[in-house]
């Protein structure tokens, strides 16, 4: 089985959207912010071997949330799960605008948002949200691609998981860790 971890809505209801879509594969979406819980709780459904896409943001990191996700991500490996990262350009905000060449007010515009909040509510009740972004000729291969990392998680992520992209969830049967 495949897991993707997101922190958000937003995540939530575009990779809803993207399997739906058969844009990618996975078997379950999880709404968790691993910099802020912990993970035990849901270990308990997550079986050995299970591929785990984390899909994360990079906007507030500080020393204490860094000891949270990355003893979470030990927790995972000790568990025998495979891991992706996928890291998004500060927040998923800034990941859009990053695949869709825009700027900040301009994607808000595309959405007939006023702000952040009004963005985050349409977007989630948007109901041909795939359609919508291909409109505005998003580069989904561009999508979580940076796989530049906080340094604080740098030596985790070289010993027990690989860093990810779109195009990972693409073809997430054929995982294989570096």
């Known amino acids: 089985m495949s897991y993707c971890f997101v922190e958000g809505e937003c ?4 990779v809803q959207e993207l399997i739906s879509s058969k844009k990618i594969k996975l078997s379950h979406i999880k709404k968790i912010n691993m910099w802020e819980s912990a993970i035990e709780r849901h ?12 899909i994360f943001d990079t906007d507030v990191i500080t020393p204490k949330r860094s000891d949270v996700f ?4 030990r927790k995972l490996i000790k568990n025998g799960n495979k891991i992706v990262l ?21 994607l808000f515009a595309s959405f007939h948002a006023q702000g952040k909040n009004e963005f985050k509510k349409k977007f989630i009740n948007n109901s041909t949200l795939i359609k919508k972004l291909t ?8 999508l979580w691609d940076r796989g530049v990392f906080h340094p604080n998680l740098t030596n985790t992520i070289r010993k027990n998981i690989s860093v990810g992209n779109f195009l990972s969830l693409q073809n997430s049967k054929n995982l294989s860790l570096f």
């Open 86 to 106: 996928l890291e998004q350009n500060t927040n998923f905000e800034d990941e859009l605008c990053h695949c869709l060449a825009l700027k900040l007010p301009l």
């Open 135 to 142: 409109d505005l000729n998003i580069k989904w291969v561009g």
């Open 11 to 14: 995540e939530q209801k575009l």
């Open 43 to 54: 270990l308990v459904q997550i079986k050995r071997n299970d591929k785990i896409f984390v």
């Open 70 to 73: 990355i003893n979470n991500l």
